[in-house]
């Protein structure tokens, strides 16, 4: 089976403007949780996506959104980009969810300039 | 307070040497999780356990729950075991939400 895929794997993108960023699950996996990971926070939950619905989110501000399609595809957009923004975004998947082992993406390096 | 605390944060081996470390988690969990990150990102899950201990190659995990503390072990160390190694517990049991530990770098030296 193919493993977790997330695109693009590297971005640039100055203040103010808007991205977004894919995750493609493992196949069958419904599942899909979203983590940011900055030097100096580390790795932080940012939500959690299943079967098409929001069922966790982090302590993140609401410039940070995402969703998932019915193949559990799942997105996240940030918009009004900050320099802090800046870090690694991973995405994980699991089958169910409720504890089940994650599996996650290469990411996605986000670069805020 | 970090509501997951691992020590060392570094750590240095030689080739062959056991290696212990340490996870202390102040939140009521219902499964921790120990996870590889090797340079340039990708993390693999190493370890799911909610109580007892597993076992998978040189890698061993334990956990004691009334105590909130976990540990991974390494027999006989190796250079490929270079790596950040990381703590997280998962906390309801309606959710895949992972609260982390601030991570514990590994160096094995050949």
């Known amino acids: 089976k193919a493993g977790v895929t997330q695109t693009p794997r590297y971005l640039i993108k100055t203040r103010g403007q808007q991205v977004t960023l894919s995750c493609s699950p493992i196949?069958?996996?419904?599942?899909v949780s979203w983590y940011q990971q900055t030097p100096g926070q580390g790795l932080q939950f940012l939500f959690e996506?299943?079967?098409?619905?929001?069922?966790n989110k982090g302590n993140f501000p609401g410039r940070f959104s995402g969703r998932q399609f019915s193949n559990s595809r799942s997105e996240m957009n940030v918009s009004t980009l900050e320099l802090g923004d800046s870090a690694l975004y991973l995405c994980?998947?699991?089958?169910?969810?409720?504890?089940?082992?994650?599996?996650f993406g290469p990411g996605t390096r986000l670069t805020v300039l | 307070k970090n509501e997951v605390e691992q020590s060392p944060q570094n750590l240095t081996a030689q080739e062959g040497e056991f290696i212990t470390i340490n996870c202390s988690y102040s939140?009521?969990?219902?499964?921790l999780h120990w996870l590889q990150q090797h340079p340039g990102g990708g993390i693999v899950s190493l370890f799911m356990?909610?109580?007892g201990k597993k076992k998978h190659g040189r890698l061993i995990a334990t956990i004691n729950i009334q105590e909130k503390h976990s540990s991974l072990h390494i027999t006989a160390s190796h250079p490929r075991d270079s790596a950040v190694y990381i703590c997280?517990?998962?906390?309801?049991?309606?959710?895949?939400?992972?609260?982390f530990g601030t991570g514990t770098l590994l160096a094995v030296q050949p």
């Open positions: 994980a998947s699991s089958l169910e969810g409720t504890q089940d082992t994650q599996y």
């Open positions: 196949s069958g996996h419904r599942s």
């Open positions: 996506y299943f079967s098409e619905t929001q069922r």
């Open positions: 939140v009521g969990i219902s499964a």
């Open positions: 356990l909610s109580s």
């Open positions: 997280a517990v998962g906390g309801g049991s309606a959710t895949n939400k992972l609260i």
